[in-house]
């Protein structure tokens, strides 16, 4: 399968802005525009089984121009790229406070606003200055009330930072190389033609930075949650920076460990690999997307929750 056949097998996923719309409300207005809910014409839609508020439309529809799309109701999203704030299960309370610490162009920042629904406060980190323009706009169109946008480097915050000192939640959804993208509509990519290159070393770079960035969220003093995901299919990038991260003094003396099973989409057969974890048994905890297959581009989740020292001292 070439890329382009690829891409036109993934659906045109949507996930409603629910700070904006109801669900139901949006399937009316679909329906009055002439779809009909199920999934196989053009013509057609569905909802997602996985992910609630969002919708699959046929690959060729576009909603550039739709003005649902343009009032910030309808955010285009893929599937995949839906599942971190899911994982991450943000507070609904006006006392969270949440970090999304690579943010632009914003997709997920407004998706962990949206499930906040506008409470509390998220912290949303761009260190690049064009990218974060992006964010804004988005934020701005999404009608996202809860977020604070930080155009900084998330390496450069101080942990230790009263302004940090409740934040119990944190987005991690670093730079990749991006090799699991193929409906590239969906995602702004940092740089084109590096994705292009997969040479080793690269991919090598990318994994210490990722690392660095897990191992800097866990410094967080109130953090009991991180997800971390990459739309990145290599394992280097993906088990071997969570197997790493997992041996690091950051997670030994902060007592993090990977969230269970049952809390990381399960209802999501496709796990992470087996061999290439210290553990085999922690592959359960992990998602891994496969682009051709999952009807999605690859994708990789995990997430890390910090346990008592007892919790810890027992496993
Ligand atoms: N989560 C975003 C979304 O769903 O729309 C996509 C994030 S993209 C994969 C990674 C972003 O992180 C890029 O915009 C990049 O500029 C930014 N970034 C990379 N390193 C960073 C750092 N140290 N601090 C803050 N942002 C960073």
Same mark, same amino acid.
């Given at each position: 399968?070439?890329?382009? *056949?690829?891409?036109?097998?993934?659906?045109?996923?949507?996930?409603?802005?629910?700070?904006?719309?109801?669900?139901?409300?949006?399937?009316?207005?679909?329906? &009055?525009? +002439?779809?009909?809910?199920?999934?196989?014409?053009?013509?057609?839609?569905?909802?997602?089984?996985?992910?609630?508020?969002?919708?699959?439309?046929?690959?060729?529809?576009?909603?550039?121009?739709? =003005?649902?799309?343009?009032?910030?109701?309808?955010?285009?999203?893929?599937?995949? &790229?839906?599942?971190?704030?899911?994982?991450?299960?943000?507070?609904?309370?006006?006392?969270?406070?949440?970090? =999304?610490?690579?943010?632009?162009?914003?997709?997920?920042?407004?998706?962990?606003?949206?499930?906040?629904?506008?409470?509390?406060?998220?912290?949303?980190?761009?260190? =690049?200055?064009?990218?974060?323009?992006?964010?804004?706009?988005?934020?701005?169109?999404?009608?996202?009330?809860?977020?604070?946008?930080?155009?900084?480097?998330?390496?450069?915050?101080?942990?230790?930072?009263?302004?940090? &000192?409740?934040?119990?939640?944190?987005?991690?959804?670093?730079?990749?190389?991006?090799?699991?993208?193929?409906?590239?509509?969906?995602?702004?990519?940092?740089?084109?033609?590096?994705?292009?290159?997969? *040479?080793?070393?690269?991919?090598?770079?990318?994994?210490?930075?990722?690392?660095?960035?897990?191992?800097?969220?866990?410094?967080?003093?109130?953090?009991?949650?991180?997800?971390? &995901?990459?739309?990145?299919?290599?394992?280097?990038?993906?088990?071997?920076?969570?197997?790493?991260?997992?041996?690091?003094?950051?997670?030994?003396?902060?007592?993090?460990? /990977?969230?269970?099973?049952?809390?990381?989409?399960?209802?999501?057969?496709?796990? +992470?690999?087996?061999?290439?974890?210290?553990?085999?048994?922690?592959?359960?905890? /992990?998602?891994?997307?496969?682009?051709?297959?999952?009807?999605?581009? +690859?994708?990789?989740?995990?997430?890390?929750?910090?346990?008592?020292? *007892?919790?810890?001292?027992?496993?």
């Amino acid at each position: 399968q070439t890329a382009d *056949q690829r891409a036109a097998l993934i659906p045109r996923y949507i996930r409603i802005n629910t700070l904006l719309w109801e669900i139901e409300e949006a399937m009316q207005y679909f329906a &009055s525009k +002439g779809f009909v809910l199920k999934e196989t014409s053009k013509k057609e839609f569905a909802k997602d089984e996985h992910i609630p508020a969002l919708l699959l439309f046929h690959p060729d529809v576009s909603f550039q121009d739709d =003005d649902a799309y343009k009032a910030g109701k309808v955010i285009l999203q893929d599937k995949a &790229s839906c599942f971190p704030a899911v994982v991450l299960d943000p507070p609904v309370s006006s006392n969270g406070s949440v970090i =999304d610490a690579t943010s632009a162009p914003g997709n997920k920042t407004s998706h962990l606003s949206a499930l906040m629904s506008n409470t509390g406060t998220l912290f949303a980190f761009e260190r =690049d200055r064009k990218r974060f323009s992006t964010l804004e706009m988005m934020l701005s169109r999404a009608k996202c009330k809860n977020v604070v946008p930080v155009n900084d480097d998330f390496l450069k915050v101080d942990p230790m930072d009263l302004k940090y &000192s409740q934040v119990t939640h944190i987005l991690l959804d670093p730079s990749c190389s991006g090799s699991g993208i193929v409906n590239r509509l969906d995602y702004l990519i940092e740089n084109e033609q590096d994705a292009q290159v997969e *040479q080793e070393e690269r991919l090598q770079k990318l994994a210490s930075f990722q690392l660095m960035m897990i191992k800097h969220a866990m410094k967080f003093p109130a953090v009991q949650r991180i997800a971390y &995901s990459t739309c990145s299919v290599h394992a280097i990038e993906d088990e071997h920076v969570v197997r790493a991260a997992l041996k690091s003094d950051e997670a030994l003396s902060g007592h993090f460990k /990977l969230a269970p099973e049952n809390e990381v989409l399960p209802q999501w057969k496709r796990r +992470g690999f087996p061999s290439e974890m210290d553990d085999p048994r922690h592959a359960a905890s /992990l998602v891994r997307c496969l682009p051709g297959e999952d009807a999605t581009n +690859g994708f990789f989740v995990s997430c890390f929750i910090r346990c008592s020292e *007892q919790e810890d001292s027992e496993t």
